[in-house]
């Protein structure tokens, strides 16, 4: 199953690599598209403070995550505690 996009096939299928959690800088593609108007970031309620405090940090990632949709950043928030959405 591959509904989170985290994988993809070369096009005869016999190779396959990641979309998603390179530790390094992977170029894949991907043509530039303007943002909707509203994104949401998914957290867990026990982050707030150091959000509020030092803003949304990528860490140790290349990105921070933002969703198109409430129901999927409360999943991703849900993944460490009780979830907020911002």
Do not use: C, W
Request: cysteine-free; hydrophobic content about 35%.
């Amino acid at each position: 199953m591959n509904d989170k996009q985290r994988f993809s096939f070369s096009d005869d299928r016999t190779l396959i690599r990641a979309n998603q959690g390179h530790s390094v800088q992977v170029r894949l593609g991907y043509e530039p598209l303007s943002p909707p108007a509203l994104l949401y970031h998914g957290t867990a309620e026990r982050f707030l403070a150091s959000i509020a405090r030092q803003g949304l940090l990528k860490g140790q990632r290349h990105h921070v995550h933002l969703s198109e949709d409430t129901k999927v950043a409360s999943e991703v928030g849900a993944r460490y505690g009780r979830p907020v959405v911002l």
